[in-house]
């Protein structure tokens, strides 16, 4: 249900603001972002930047995604986790106070810049809080969410 909420709310985010704006997606250091529902495993937001390849790939990867990180995380604390997927790693951060997990995949070379801009996306997160506590399928109230990430990742493209 929620995958298909935010799968709406991207295609209608993407139209308005990247039609607006020219923006190169390829040159965005983070490849796709996820926040899963820590004990359910439940998909809670996804954003992908690149093209629709690389997004197939991910995609295929996603649900073995889903439960490792689950476990790998059940009894971690804030510290980040990588994992190497070919020529990209897959950062995993949990974020306690919101009982989830925070997924990033990006290049490889891209990791010391993907390290400063996680504390960002996760202070976001957690500046809409009530968002993922008490979410209650209303689509709207993901729009600005959605659109605070979309600006800080486009803000940190690589040069």
Same mark, same amino acid.
């Given at each position: 249900m929620r995958l298909d909420y935010t799968d709406k709310v991207n295609k209608k985010l993407n139209a308005h603001?990247?039609? /607006?704006? /020219?923006? /190169?997606? &390829?040159?965005? #250091?983070?490849?796709?972002l996820?926040?899963?529902?820590?004990?359910?495993?439940?998909? @809670?937001? /996804?954003?992908n930047f690149?093209?629709?390849?690389?997004?197939?790939? =991910? !995609?295929? =990867?996603?649900?073995a995604l889903q439960m490792f990180v689950s476990e790998l995380t059940e009894s971690s604390s804030e510290s980040l986790s990588t994992?190497?997927?070919? +020529?990209? @790693?897959?950062?995993? !951060?949990r974020i306690l106070e919101l009982k989830s997990d @925070?997924?990033?995949?990006?290049?490889?070379?891209? #990791?010391? +810049?993907?390290?400063?801009?996680i504390p960002k996306v996760i202070s976001i997160i957690k500046s809409h809080e009530d968002l993922f506590i008490n979410w209650?399928? +209303?689509? &709207?109230k993901f729009e600005m969410f959605d659109l605070k990430i979309i600006r800080l990742i486009l803000s940190n493209k690589k040069l």
């Open positions: 603001f990247f039609d /607006n704006y /020219n923006f /190169n997606l &390829e040159k965005t #250091m983070i490849q796709s996820y926040i899963f529902q820590s004990q359910s495993k439940q998909l @809670l937001y /996804n954003k690149q093209s629709d390849e690389k997004v197939e790939m =991910f !995609s295929s =990867f996603f649900s994992i190497e997927l070919g +020529e990209y @790693l897959v950062i995993i !951060s @925070l997924v990033i995949i990006i290049d490889k070379k891209d #990791m010391k +810049e993907a390290q400063k801009i209650d399928h +209303e689509p &709207e």
